[in-house]
């Protein structure tokens, strides 16, 4: 029945798919701590020659509450990549509340492609991390991605850590990426107990076996609903991948960097290696796509290195094919460490897989020429918008990028300019530190901020506004005034 569920699903995909190449989620998981800000990067390999959507939309499953412990910037709900693009990504802003919260989760999925078709890794999920520590800590023993053999079972064991006192308890809970709950394995929902003086309850995870040629089956595993209110679940669930026990398996796609991951920008290129592992039945596919870094200084595709995508071809029993990808070499002298990865993706046929630490590799280009160079309009040696950061949490955030804009193309074009960022840039990295430490003080910091931000980005209304403010000011100045007695009003 699945099998024919999969294969009507993606008939009607298909039916519906243009020359849009296929839409899948760059990671299985984004990692963030309260105050941090991250992206959900969403992917196309294949075509890219029309522009393509899909509905982002949050799971009901889960701990973290929209609003409450994250927010994400996407009004319209839909994700959108630009014909000739290859990624977009959608920022997404871990919120401070106060006190001891534990690790909170979320879910998102992508949906409704206005062409194209969807990959497999159309489910990612949300990680918040809480830096206050609660007085009893409840966490996975494991922190590795687990693999366990359809038909077997997995021992997960768990930890106690805190100076509180008396028994804690736990709910252990599942939530499915690929597998699928009692189709793959059984329900592993079970109240855990944490003693003070022993230790904690150890839970069973039962995988199902079956006779269908389907590949490695992904889920995560998370605690809740803590008790008492003392102890909070800490650290980070655990990824479990459950291998397929039949025969003919076309195997499970992994990157690496063909030799240093470090390269100086005049390397020429670098390679990489795409393995075949835990099985090479059979022709079998995968594609590989660049997606630049995320941060500000970060390598960008057509500038510090040659962007692209294409699809790797293994005949049977092939295990291994390699590429390259062209690093540019400039005259001009930018950050030091520009980073930027490649992934694979949308791999072929269905029983195939990406192995999940493996989706990636990263490659950080190491810059080669003299200290100085370059033309007027480049960084000057400030490439950071460091008490802006710290107000918003992340370099990429959309208000950091305009007050960066407004440096790069306004202030550094002018002398004054100059002198006034170089000022900046020598005092603001300790008060960044400090802001950045104290969520009240980023608070008022981004209040203080958004007039400045509000001119920057509409600088045609703030002339609007000024040119009312100076119309008021000049008629209360031209006023007729009254005589009153004793003098002038």
């Not at 870094?293 to 699809?311: H, L, N, P, Q």
């Not at 950061?389 to 306004?410: C, E, I, K, Q, Y």
Request: proline share 5%; charged share 25%.
């Amino acid at each position: 029945m699945r099998r024919f569920l999969f294969l009507i699903t993606g008939c009607l995909l298909a039916t519906g798919a243009g020359a849009s190449g296929v839409i899948e989620f760059a990671d299985r998981g984004l990692n963030l701590s309260e105050g941090d800000s991250g992206f959900l990067t969403v992917m196309r390999t294949g075509d890219d020659t029309d522009s393509v959507s899909a509905v982002l939309s949050v799971g009901l499953a889960g701990t973290a509450r929209l609003g409450t412990d994250y927010e994400v910037d996407l009004s319209t709900g839909v994700v959108n990549i630009a014909a000739g693009e290859r990624f977009a990504r959608v920022p997404v802003d871990a919120l401070t509340r106060s006190g001891a919260n534990g690790t909170r989760f979320a879910t998102f999925s992508l949906a409704t492609p206005s062409s194209g078709v969807l990959g497999p890794a159309t489910t990612v999920v949300l990680q918040i991390e809480d830096p206050d520590s609660a007085d009893i800590q409840l966490r996975f023993s494991a922190t590795e991605v687990l693999r366990v053999e359809e038909g077997s079972s997995v021992a997960i064991t768990f930890e106690r850590a805190g100076s509180g006192s008396g028994l804690a308890t736990a709910d252990l809970f599942s939530f499915p990426l690929t597998a699928i709950l009692g189709v793959d394995y059984e329900d592993p929902s079970v109240t855990l107990e944490f003693p003070e003086i022993r230790d904690p309850d150890e839970a069973t995870l039962t995988t199902l076996s079956d006779d269908a040629l389907e590949g490695p089956e992904l889920l995560t595993l998370f605690l809740e609903n803590a008790s008492p209110d003392a102890a909070e679940f800490e650290g980070l669930g655990v990824d479990v991948v459950i291998d397929d026990a039949e025969p003919g398996q076309p195997g499970e796609f992994t990157i690496t960097v063909d030799g240093n991951d470090e390269v100086r920008e005049d390397v020429g290129s670098v390679a990489f290696f795409v393995d075949r592992n835990r099985g090479s039945t059979g022709d079998a596919s995968v594609a590989w796509v660049t997606i630049d870094g995320e941060d500000s200084g970060d390598a960008v595709g057509g500038e510090d290195y040659v962007a692209g995508s294409a699809v790797l071809q293994y005949a049977d029993g092939e295990t291994r094919a390699r590429f390259e990808v062209e690093i540019i070499d400039d005259d001009v002298r930018t950050e030091d460490r520009r980073r930027f990865r490649v992934y694979v993706g949308d791999p072929q046929p269905s029983a195939a897989a990406v192995a999940p630490d493996g989706r990636f590799a990263e490659i950080t280009i190491l810059e080669d020429d003299d200290k100085g160079g370059g033309s007027d309009n480049d960084c000057k040696g400030f490439c950071d918008c460091f008490i802006a950061t710290a107000a918003w949490g992340s370099p990429l955030h959309p208000r950091v990028s305009s007050l960066r804009h407004f440096r790069d193309n306004v202030l550094l074009t002018r002398p004054e300019g100059r002198a006034f960022v170089a000022l900046y840039y020598r005092f603001s990295p300790p008060l960044a530190a400090w802001i950045g430490e104290r969520p009240a003080a980023r608070t008022v910091v981004r209040s203080m901020l958004w007039p400045v931000v509000a001119v920057v980005e509409h600088p045609a209304l703030a002339l609007v506004f000024l040119g009312l403010g100076l119309g008021a000011m000049n008629r209360y100045a031209r006023r007729p005034r009254r005589r009153w007695p004793g003098g002038w009003e």
